[in-house]
């Protein structure tokens, strides 16, 4: 079964410092997805990023970079200059081929960014 | 372009009530998911529909939950009777059907109170 783990629950950075958020990743599909998406307080999803695991390399999407290290099955989020509106709920999410379309979530990490 | 809209954005309701929600998807999408969100916990899926047929129901509670997508666009999600376990936030996405990275987008939830 597939299975996303985020172990950090929290996390705070100074604004304009970059940060990484950890996400590890579990599947013995060969054909997947990696999402990174962000949930603030007005409980929108919103998706940040997208890896494929054929993709040979990192997904990059404005301040967003994914570091995909397929070997260890980690996907880990860095986020470049943070900004004050990039507090919120963070959640790494995986699809796979076969697998009806459905994602999968961690339980998420909260980002606290602080001026 | 509206993105997915659902309604209501909160509500509150003593158990064993009825309780129902609504989600118009994007223009086009014609896959449909509904996940319950509990707190401090990632998304999980109830059920998914391809255009109006419910492709993957396996996680919907059926005995007091049920989903109907008429003419596949809208969908309704219902529970009867609510339970106070069922306090959560219900989000609705949608898609193109076809590969990994699809055009998901959710919309901002339905955040339930069960009292």
């Known amino acids: 079964a597939q299975k996303i783990t985020q172990t950090q629950p929290g996390m705070f950075v100074q604004e304009k410092e970059a940060v990484t958020l950890d996400c590890t990743y579990d599947t013995s599909d060969q054909s997947y997805g990696l999402f990174w998406c962000k949930q603030p307080s007005s409980g929108e999803m919103i998706f940040l990023i997208y890896q494929g695991s054929y993709d040979e390399q990192n997904a990059t999407e404005g301040r967003y970079s994914l570091n995909f290290q397929k070997a260890r099955k980690s996907a880990n989020l860095v986020i470049s200059a943070s900004q004050l509106g990039d507090s919120a709920m963070y959640f790494c999410?995986?699809?796979?081929?076969?697998?009806?379309?459905?994602?999968?979530f961690g339980k998420g990490m909260k980002l606290t960014v602080n001026p | 372009e509206a993105g997915v809209v659902q309604s209501p954005r909160y509500k509150i309701i003593e158990k064993k009530q009825p309780v129902a929600f609504w989600c118009n998807p994007i223009s086009g999408h014609n896959t449909l998911y509904w996940y319950r969100q509990n707190l401090g916990q990632g998304p999980e899926l109830l059920i998914r529909?391809?255009?109006?047929?419910?492709?993957?129901d396996s996680q919907l509670p059926k005995d007091r939950f049920s989903a109907e997508r008429l003419k596949g666009v809208d969908s309704t999600l219902k529970i009867q009777p609510a339970e106070l376990g069922d306090s959560a936030v219900y989000l609705c996405a949608s898609s193109l059907q076809g590969g990994l990275n699809y055009g998901y987008t959710f919309g901002s939830g339905t955040r339930l109170t069960v009292v």
């Open positions: 529909y391809e255009n109006e047929e419910a492709v993957d």
């Open positions: 999410a995986m699809n796979y081929q076969g697998g009806s379309e459905k994602l999968v």
